[in-house]
């Protein structure tokens, strides 16, 4: 078989295990940062991570934090070191309220994930039920998704990070509580989500899951997580979305 056989076989191949998928979904669960938009597009995650440890800083609780959390990048690490060392604390309260400003911040410079917008309008039309399972502020989704006119294809079912921030994914939390609130079977439900604790959730949760990694770095690493379906661009998923649609109406 050559190069080229091989691609279009795989392809091909990609495109049956999208259209099983879809066609099964009765309730589609996104993930928020990553399949619907980057959001620290603009306002970039390692100076919001950055933010938080000067944050900490001034009120003399930095050295909670060994090295390694300080300089992660990342801020959902330096809000999970606090809350792993002093849980339930008005300290860990005051951090998460700190970084849902800095999320709600960053919404003004985000970037639509290609194809996002009209795969939403397009599931929701043909009467897929949507929800936002996130570990975002779910405060953060919904002013993003009001600005791009998205709101009513999820409302109300939006569903994010609480002040219980063990219940974080890859805890299935937020996943169980967007199939409560949509009255949905977790069999005939599927997750899309760009990260292994988005996987891992949608299993513990019963649901399938696709993965979507904005390069191939991010689709290897939802590979070695055990992800069996992946794609590096919502266009296909669109395309049979579609196909699937106009089976229904």
Same mark, same amino acid.
């Given at each position: 078989? &050559? #190069?080229?056989?091989?691609?279009?076989?795989?392809?091909?191949?990609?495109? *049956?295990?999208?259209?099983?998928?879809?066609?099964?979904? *009765?309730?589609?669960?996104?993930?928020?940062?990553?399949?619907? !938009?980057? @959001?620290?597009?603009?306002?970039?995650?390692?100076? $919001?991570?950055?933010?938080? $440890?000067?944050? @900490?800083?001034?009120?003399? /609780?930095?050295?909670?934090?060994?090295?390694?959390?300080?300089?992660?990048?990342?801020?959902?690490?330096? %809000?999970?070191?606090?809350?792993?060392?002093?849980?339930?604390?008005?300290?860990?309260?005051?951090?998460?309220?700190? %970084?849902?400003?800095? *999320?709600?911040?960053?919404?003004?410079?985000?970037?639509?994930?290609?194809?996002?917008?009209? %795969? #939403?309008?397009?599931?929701?039309? #043909?009467?897929?039920?949507?929800?936002?399972?996130?570990?975002?502020?779910?405060?953060?989704? *919904?002013?993003?998704?009001?600005?791009?006119? @998205?709101?009513? !294809?999820?409302?109300?079912? #939006?569903?994010?990070? &609480?002040?219980?921030?063990?219940?974080?994914?890859?805890?299935?939390? !937020?996943?169980?509580?967007?199939?409560?609130?949509?009255?949905?079977?977790?069999?005939?439900?599927?997750? +899309? =989500?760009?990260?292994?604790?988005?996987?891992?959730?949608?299993?513990?949760?019963?649901?399938?899951?696709?993965?979507?990694?904005?390069?191939?770095?991010?689709?290897?690493?939802?590979?070695?997580? =055990?992800?069996?379906?992946?794609?590096? /661009? @919502?266009?296909?998923?669109?395309?049979? $979305?579609? !196909?699937?649609?106009?089976?229904? +109406?």
């Amino acid at each position: 078989m &050559t #190069i080229q056989a091989a691609h279009t076989e795989q392809a091909a191949h990609v495109v *049956e295990q999208l259209k099983d998928l879809v066609s099964g979904a *009765e309730h589609v669960l996104f993930d928020f940062d990553g399949p619907i !938009c980057h @959001l620290f597009a603009g306002h970039r995650a390692h100076h $919001v991570a950055d933010s938080l $440890v000067e944050w @900490l800083e001034k009120r003399g /609780s930095h050295v909670l934090l060994t090295d390694e959390e300080r300089d992660s990048g990342d801020p959902h690490a330096v %809000l999970r070191a606090v809350s792993r060392l002093q849980p339930g604390s008005e300290l860990v309260e005051a951090l998460e309220a700190e %970084l849902t400003r800095e *999320e709600l911040h960053a919404t003004t410079t985000a970037w639509p994930t290609a194809y996002a917008d009209p %795969l #939403i309008r397009t599931w929701s039309a #043909i009467g897929v039920g949507l929800a936002i399972a996130t570990n975002n502020s779910p405060r953060v989704a *919904e002013q993003y998704l009001t600005g791009r006119g @998205l709101r009513e !294809c999820f409302a109300p079912h #939006i569903h994010g990070r &609480t002040t219980d921030l063990h219940l974080l994914k890859p805890d299935p939390d !937020c996943v169980l509580r967007a199939l409560t609130s949509l009255g949905a079977d977790p069999a005939a439900s599927l997750m +899309i =989500g760009d990260t292994p604790s988005d996987l891992y959730a949608a299993r513990e949760a019963g649901v399938r899951f696709l993965g979507f990694g904005r390069d191939g770095h991010r689709v290897e690493r939802l590979h070695r997580a =055990g992800a069996s379906v992946t794609v590096d /661009s @919502l266009e296909p998923v669109l395309d049979a $979305v579609r !196909c699937v649609g106009r089976g229904r +109406i």
